[in-house]
């Protein structure tokens, strides 16, 4: 799967953020995008995944425009989780996650065994399937997280977009649901994700892309992007680049 920004233009009302940037995301590669607050990593991830209709340029999935894409086709295609999102009042774990299927039902195809089978994986995967029968709303934004991140995970798609998904989660599940993302990459999908640490996009990450007021200031591989010039360029920050003794990628030290 190819997903491809050309050219592209977007913001909110009066504001634009994204003003001709253009951006091909590896496929079957794990994508994290970094940079300081209010750069555009948000609205450049909201873009591509549909969420937020661009002013100009364009969003294309395989060439073709994704706005021009029946949504369900693209829901087949492409998860998403976006930042802080709202759960409906009174839903359970389970519910919740099985509405990761909706993509795929009819009314002449209900739920199935298939169905059934991809909601508790994706419960597995995300460590809450003991949390199944639990409201949602009755659970700690770490829990919450990990459950969208199920939703996600049951649709099944060829990419998956995700908006600071280590978000209220201590560091311990942090670091699961960065092995998580690592896992699916390694499993055949595209994985793109805004991270704020950069340490952790250095160590987990296949590919960066470093952004600095709604364009990309440097991308590649994260021994290239992440050096003691760039971050003080993008970042404002003196550091020294070191190694990290387990992995051996760049850890970004403050001066």
Known sequence: MKLTAAELKAGYEARTVLDGLSLEVPPGRLTVIVGPNACGKSTLLRTLARLLKPRGGAVLLDGQSIHELP?????????????????????SVSDLVSRGRQPY??????????????????????DVADLAERPVESLSGGQRQRVWIAMALA??????????????????????????????????????????DLNQAARYADHIVAMRDGSIAA????????????????????CVIARCPVSGAPQVVPK
């Not at 492409?78 to 930042?83: C, D, I, K, S, Y």
């Not at 039902?105 to 994986?121: I, M």
């Not at 670091?175 to 793109?192: I, Y």
């Not at 994260?222 to 920050?237: A, I, K, M």
């Open 219 to 238: 991308e590649g591989a994260p021994p290239d992007v992440f050096t003691e010039s760039l971050v003080r360029e993008v970042f404002g920050l003196d």
């Open 105 to 126: 039902q009819r009314w002449w195809q209900q739920w199935s065994k298939e169905d059934e089978a991809a909601v508790a994986e994706a419960m597995r995967d995300a």
């Open 155 to 196: 649709q099944q798609t060829e990419a998956l977009l995700l908006d600071e998904p280590t978000t209220y989660l201590d560091l311990a599940h942090q670091v699961e649901v960065l092995g998580l993302m690592r896992r699916l990459q390694r499993g055949g999908r595209t994985v793109v994700a805004v991270l704020h």
């Open 71 to 91: 949504p369900r086709q693209v829901a087949q295609r492409l998860g998403v989780l976006p930042q802080a999102p709202l759960v409906p009042e009174g839903l």
